[in-house]
C-alpha cells in the first residue's frame, strides 16, 4: 500500500457519504429495500441510513465484511444472483446492516474508506510544554515511543498524551477542515520563489513540512536545501492583495509587492516570514495556494492547537 492510499480511500468514501449513496439493506424478513447511506463527517464518524434515524459509530470495534459473510446475506435467497462485489456487511453491537450497492466501485469505495477508519487508531495529541505557549503535535505510537521533534527537547510522558474525546468540538471541525493539508504537506507542493537578495528570477521550488510537521523546508531542484522555517506562532503568512489584517497591509504590503512585480497576474502569491527569513512563493493553481496558505495559517496561529502531522 502507498503513503497516499489510506487518505485516497477516507477523501473518496467522504466524496460519496456527504452527498448519499443509494443502496438497497437488507432487512430481517430477508427482502431487499431502497435506502441512501451517509458519512457526511470525520469528527462525528457517524454512518447513517433509514432517513438518518438510525446510526452506527465507526470505531475500532465496528467489524467490515466485504462480500456475503454476515448472516442474511449467506443465506436469503433475494440476493442469491447479487454478485458478492455488491455486498458489504456492517456489524456493530446494536446493528448488522447489510447492504447492496448499485456498483461495485461504490462498494470498495465505502468497504476500504470504513475499514481505513475501523483499523487507524484514533488520533492522540502530545502537548509540547514550550515557555511561550502549550503546542499540541499528532504522533503515532511508534514515533511517540521512540522519536521527538527535532526542535523540542521535552521529554515525553502519559501525561502528555492528549484523547481524541479531549479535543473542543470547534477544533475537531478544523482539523476535518485542513486534513488534506495535514496528511499530505510532508509531501510537498511546487512552487516558484520569488525576488530575494540572492535569487532575482523566479525559481521552481519544492515546499514541504518535515515528518513531524514543525519545520517547513524549500528545496531547489537540484534537491539542496534552500531554506528550513520552524512552524511556530512567531511565522507570519501574508498575501499583500488579499491579506485582511489592515495593520499588517500598512506595514507590509508595500515591500512585499516589491517580490511579485514581475509576477503574472494568473499567479497566486503569499510570503512565509519568521524573524529574518523570508519565502515568497506563488502558483498558478488556486487549490492549491489556498492548500498551503491557509493550512499554514492555521498550524502557527496562537489561538489553536498546532495540529502536527
Same mark, same amino acid.
Given at each position: 500500500m502507498t503513503n497516499n492510499?489510506?487518505?485516497d480511500a477516507i477523501n473518496l468514501l467522504l466524496g460519496l457519504g456527504k452527498m448519499g449513496t443509494r443502496v438497497?439493506?437488507?432487512?430481517?424478513?430477508?427482502?431487499?429495500?431502497?435506502?441512501?447511506?451517509? =458519512? @457526511?463527517?470525520?469528527?462525528?464518524?457517524?454512518?447513517?441510513?433509514?432517513?438518518?434515524?438510525?446510526?452506527? !459509530? !465507526?470505531?475500532?470495534?465496528?467489524?467490515? &465484511?466485504?462480500? @456475503? !459473510?454476515?448472516?442474511?446475506?449467506s443465506i436469503a435467497p433475494s440476493v442469491n444472483d447479487i454478485p458478492d462485489?455488491?455486498?458489504?456487511?456492517?456489524?456493530?453491537?446494536?446493528?448488522? &446492516? #447489510?447492504? !447492496?450497492?448499485?456498483?461495485?466501485?461504490?462498494?470498495?469505495?465505502?468497504?476500504?474508506?470504513?475499514?481505513? &477508519?475501523?483499523? +487507524?487508531?484514533?488520533?492522540? =495529541? +502530545?502537548?509540547?510544554?514550550t515557555i511561550r505557549n502549550p503546542q499540541y503535535q499528532y504522533v503515532d505510537d511508534h514515533h511517540h515511543h521512540h522519536r521527538s521533534p527535532s526542535n523540542h527537547s521535552t521529554s515525553w510522558n502519559g501525561n502528555d498524551i492528549i484523547q481524541w474525546h479531549e479535543i473542543t468540538m470547534d477544533e475537531k471541525k478544523k482539523i476535518e477542515q485542513f486534513y488534506v493539508f495535514l496528511s499530505n504537506s510532508d509531501k510537498g507542493s511546487v512552487f516558484y520563489q520569488y525576488q530575494t537578495r540572492k535569487i532575482k528570477l523566479p525559481q521552481k521550488v519544492l515546499i514541504k513540512l518535515n515528518e513531524y510537521g514543525d519545520e517547513l523546508h524549500c528545496i531547489d531542484s537540484n534537491n539542496n536545501l534552500l531554506n528550513s522555517i520552524n512552524i511556530d506562532s512567531e511565522l507570519n503568512i501574508i498575501d499583500p492583495k488579499h491579506d485582511e489584517n489592515e495593520?499588517?497591509? #500598512?506595514?507590509?504590503?508595500?515591500?512585499?509587492?516589491?517580490? =511579485?512585480?514581475?509576477?503574472?497576474?494568473?499567479?497566486?502569491? =503569499?510570503?512565509?516570514?519568521?524573524?529574518?527569513? #523570508?519565502?515568497?512563493?506563488?502558483?498558478?493553481?488556486? #487549490?492549491?495556494?489556498?492548500?498551503? %496558505?491557509?493550512?499554514?495559517?492555521?498550524?502557527?496561529? @496562537?489561538?489553536?492547537? &498546532?495540529? %502536527?502531522?
Amino acid at each position: 500500500m502507498t503513503n497516499n492510499e489510506p487518505t485516497d480511500a477516507i477523501n473518496l468514501l467522504l466524496g460519496l457519504g456527504k452527498m448519499g449513496t443509494r443502496v438497497q439493506v437488507l432487512k430481517e424478513n430477508g427482502d431487499l429495500y431502497p435506502d441512501q447511506l451517509f =458519512f @457526511k463527517s470525520l469528527t462525528s464518524r457517524r454512518l447513517s441510513w433509514n432517513d438518518n434515524k438510525k446510526s452506527i !459509530i !465507526i470505531n475500532p470495534y465496528i467489524l467490515i &465484511l466485504p462480500g @456475503k !459473510i454476515t448472516g442474511l446475506l449467506s443465506i436469503a435467497p433475494s440476493v442469491n444472483d447479487i454478485p458478492d462485489q455488491l455486498c458489504l456487511g456492517i456489524v456493530s453491537k446494536d446493528y448488522v &446492516l #447489510e447492504i !447492496i450497492f448499485q456498483n461495485a466501485r461504490d462498494c470498495n469505495i465505502w468497504s476500504q474508506g470504513l475499514t481505513m &477508519l475501523v483499523s +487507524a487508531p484514533l488520533p492522540h =495529541f +502530545a502537548k509540547i510544554k514550550t515557555i511561550r505557549n502549550p503546542q499540541y503535535q499528532y504522533v503515532d505510537d511508534h514515533h511517540h515511543h521512540h522519536r521527538s521533534p527535532s526542535n523540542h527537547s521535552t521529554s515525553w510522558n502519559g501525561n502528555d498524551i492528549i484523547q481524541w474525546h479531549e479535543i473542543t468540538m470547534d477544533e475537531k471541525k478544523k482539523i476535518e477542515q485542513f486534513y488534506v493539508f495535514l496528511s499530505n504537506s510532508d509531501k510537498g507542493s511546487v512552487f516558484y520563489q520569488y525576488q530575494t537578495r540572492k535569487i532575482k528570477l523566479p525559481q521552481k521550488v519544492l515546499i514541504k513540512l518535515n515528518e513531524y510537521g514543525d519545520e517547513l523546508h524549500c528545496i531547489d531542484s537540484n534537491n539542496n536545501l534552500l531554506n528550513s522555517i520552524n512552524i511556530d506562532s512567531e511565522l507570519n503568512i501574508i498575501d499583500p492583495k488579499h491579506d485582511e489584517n489592515e495593520k499588517k497591509k #500598512e506595514e507590509k504590503d508595500v515591500d512585499q509587492l516589491q517580490h =511579485f512585480r514581475h509576477a503574472p497576474s494568473s499567479m497566486h502569491c =503569499f510570503s512565509i516570514i519568521r524573524n529574518e527569513i #523570508e519565502i515568497h512563493l506563488g502558483c498558478s493553481d488556486i #487549490e492549491q495556494y489556498k492548500l498551503w %496558505r491557509f493550512g499554514l495559517e492555521y498550524l502557527c496561529n @496562537k489561538r489553536n492547537h &498546532l495540529i %502536527r502531522m
